[in-house]
């Protein structure tokens, strides 16, 4: 039997599947799946400016798809939660046939792939 869900709900994960959906968001989600990382290092690995990379993070912790960690004088952004890796992991698997969470260098070359797209 299906599942109501109130359009309220069903608005708000529209929302955030568009969010998810902007190519620049979901390569620092993909690239935030492995590892905490830093504006520095989300730039340098996507080729996105850090303004840029402040941007999306901003949208992304405000939906709650990422979280910041601060660590001395760095800020580690991280998945939120387990939820959201699940998303991750799963649309990945379902749409890449080389990349899994078992095989983390896949990852990285899905990210690397996807910078000369």
Same mark, same amino acid.
């Given at each position: 039997?299906? !599942?109501?869900?109130?359009? /309220?709900? *069903?608005?708000?994960?529209?929302? *955030?599947?568009?969010?998810? =959906?902007?190519?620049? #968001?979901? @390569?620092?989600?993909?690239?935030?799946? !492995?590892?905490?990382? /830093?504006? !520095? !290092?989300?730039?340098?690995?996507?080729?996105?400016?850090?303004?840029?990379?402040?941007?999306?993070?901003?949208?992304?912790?405000?939906?709650?798809?990422? #979280?910041?960690? #601060?660590? =001395? @004088?760095?800020?580690?952004? /991280?998945?939120?939660?387990?939820?959201?890796?699940? *998303?991750?992991?799963?649309?990945?698997?379902?749409?890449?046939?080389?990349?899994?969470?078992?095989?983390?260098?896949?990852?990285? @070359?899905?990210?690397?792939?996807?910078?000369?797209?």
């Amino acid at each position: 039997m299906p !599942t109501v869900i109130d359009n /309220t709900a *069903i608005i708000e994960i529209a929302d *955030i599947l568009r969010l998810m =959906g902007e190519p620049s #968001r979901l @390569k620092i989600l993909i690239a935030c799946l !492995t590892q905490p990382m /830093t504006v !520095t !290092t989300l730039s340098e690995q996507l080729g996105l400016s850090m303004p840029l990379i402040s941007h999306h993070l901003r949208l992304l912790r405000a939906l709650r798809l990422l #979280r910041a960690e #601060r660590q =001395g @004088k760095q800020v580690l952004y /991280t998945l939120e939660d387990e939820h959201i890796r699940c *998303i991750l992991t799963d649309m990945l698997e379902h749409f890449t046939a080389d990349c899994s969470l078992s095989q983390p260098d896949n990852i990285v @070359k899905l990210n690397e792939r996807s910078l000369h797209e």
